[in-house]
């Protein structure tokens, strides 16, 4: 180790150092770059890849070559061996082109995402331009071991700038100013992403080649494109989690427009299941029975009953928007009527009305007096009282429907499970319709069912 520090000098060893360190972080970056890439394919989190990926990926194993070639060719560098003269060759060779694929990669990147992207045919020739010019220094770089033209090895096998190294060095610069010209000029045409890429990608390493012409102990173009892929890194991670909250608000739209459309095809369904009933045809031919009992009052009142019943329960299922509480409150007596003729006495109602002008979901109440009544009331043989509730709490208005049945009593599973049905389809109405929530409490004396209905402005009695 001495004896490497003692040849290659101090300062030439920090920069090992710092050299393989960068490539250590280099390769975590780009290992975590591939596996964030294959879990989020493999998990669908997202239907497209995030933007830029693959541009940094290339961009760091470039970066990766780079340091790596500058290192072998430092350990080498002033070994008259014939490895040593053959290795601080090959790999400064090597350094120069991955410098050279560096320049051309962000010239391409410009061209792609701002050229291309936004059909700037001008700037797209004045960047293939740029690319053209780069194509002289690179025949200049391929001559070089033979010419030593941009750089040579004296007789001790140690490096040695040639006389063309300074036009090199310049149109690199030259080539990096382009970029951030381009980058000014067409700022509103690219993402903030993408101005963080070419900010990052050209200024710190730009102001490294300016160091390094002063310094040539030091090369500050390694270390300064080191810094610049860490800080993209950073830039990268807030991008990716911009890019997944976008998607997860875009899959939140998508599932609230599909749940409207789900709505909709219900009620076409409804629609279509009306027609195919025909309601009318229904109605009329009770009504032909019903005149053909005259003589039976209590077949004629029950068939009366169970019209009024059909007809508003049909109206109801075929009024897609909210309706008033009075016409729902049609469709539950017309319902009550039908049931007295079941349970007779065993079924006693009591009216706690003292608001009625508001709107709600159709049949958002009759269901659930229906769960009371079967579920309720109707498993004690002595039968019950059945409450139904609408008052304003605050500027809210509640509907309670309050049964003194079996409340948490055993019930069959049947029971649990039509009950449980009625229920979820009352909240559904109630949420779909943003207009409430249902709330069941359950308890020794019997089920309150509660419908709050939110914001309600005005009078209401």
């Known amino acids: 180790m001495q004896e490497l520090i003692d040849r290659i000098g101090i300062a030439s060893f920090i920069q090992i150092v710092i050299e393989l360190w960068n490539s250590v972080f280099l390769i975590i970056m780009i290992f975590s770059l591939n596996i964030k890439t294959k879990l989020d394919r493999k998990e669908r989190k997202w239907d497209v890849d995030v933007p830029y990926t693959n541009e940094l990926l290339i961009f760091y194993n470039a970066i990766f070559l780079y340091n790596i070639f500058n290192v072998i060719y430092i350990i080498w560098d002033g070994v008259p061996s014939a490895a040593g003269y053959w290795c601080?060759?090959?790999f400064n060779f090597l350094y120069y082109a991955?410098?050279?694929?560096?320049?051309?990669?962000?010239?391409?990147?410009?061209?792609?995402?701002?050229?291309?992207?936004?059909?700037?045919?001008?700037?797209?020739?004045?960047?293939?331009?740029?690319?053209?010019?780069?194509?002289?220094?690179?025949?200049?770089?391929?001559?070089?071991?033979?010419?030593?033209?941009?750089?040579?090895?004296?007789?001790m096998n140690s490096y040695i700038r040639g006389p063309l190294f300074l036009c090199w060095h310049i149109m690199s610069i030259v080539s990096f100013l382009f970029i951030i010209i381009v980058y000014i000029a067409e700022i509103r045409y690219?993402?903030?992403?993408l101005r963080?890429?070419?900010?990052?990608?050209?200024?710190?390493?730009?102001?490294?080649?300016?160091?390094n012409t002063e310094n040539p102990e030091l090369s500050f173009n390694n270390i300064s494109v080191s810094i610049t892929a860490f800080i993209l890194y950073l830039f990268y991670e807030?991008?990716?989690?911009?890019?997944?909250?976008?998607?997860?608000?875009?899959?939140?739209?998508?599932?609230?427009?599909?749940?409207?459309?789900?709505?909709?095809?219900e009620q076409s369904k409804n629609a279509v299941l009306i027609a195919q009933i025909q309601p009318h045809f229904i109605n009329n031919s009770l009504m032909a029975l019903r005149s053909r009992c005259r003589d039976y009052p209590e077949i004629y009142e029950s068939l009366t009953k169970f019209s009024k019943y059909l007809r508003s329960h049909f109206e109801?299922?075929?009024?897609?928007?909210?309706i008033t509480f009075e016409k729902e409150m049609e469709n539950v007596e017309a319902y009550l009527d039908l049931e007295r003729e079941n349970y007779g006495d065993r079924l006693q109602v009591e009216y706690f009305i003292e608001c009625d002008q508001f709107l709600v979901p159709a049949l958002s109440v009759q269901p659930l007096v229906e769960n009371a009544v079967r579920h309720g009331i109707g498993t004690f043989e002595e039968g019950g009282t059945l409450f139904i509730k609408a008052f304003r709490h605050d500027e809210n208005i509640c509907i309670e429907i309050i049964d003194d049945g079996s409340g948490m009593c055993s019930i069959t599973e049947q029971q649990k499970?039509?009950?449980?049905?009625g229920i979820e389809n009352v909240r559904s109405r109630l949420q779909l319709s943003d207009m409430g929530d249902l709330e069941i409490i359950r308890n020794e004396h019997g089920t309150t069912a509660r419908i709050t209905?939110?914001?309600?402005q005005g009078g209401t009695e």
């Open 316 to 322: 109801a299922i075929g009024d897609t928007k909210t």
């Open 98 to 155: 991955a410098g050279a694929f560096q320049t051309w990669f962000f010239l391409q990147l410009i061209k792609k995402h701002i050229a291309v992207k936004n059909g700037f045919k001008s700037l797209e020739t004045a960047v293939l331009i740029v690319q053209l010019l780069q194509i002289p220094f690179l025949l200049l770089l391929a001559v070089t071991p033979l010419t030593g033209a941009l750089y040579y090895f004296d007789e």
């Open 417 to 421: 499970k039509r009950r449980g049905i």
């Open 88 to 90: 601080v060759r090959i």
């Open 196 to 211: 963080q890429i070419i900010c990052t990608a050209t200024v710190i390493p730009m102001l490294g080649f300016l160091m």
């Open 190 to 193: 690219t993402d903030r992403f």
């Open 238 to 265: 807030k991008h990716r989690t911009d890019v997944a909250v976008k998607r997860s608000h875009e899959l939140d739209i998508l599932q609230t427009q599909l749940a409207e459309k789900k709505l909709a095809l």
């Open 453 to 456: 209905i939110e914001n309600v």
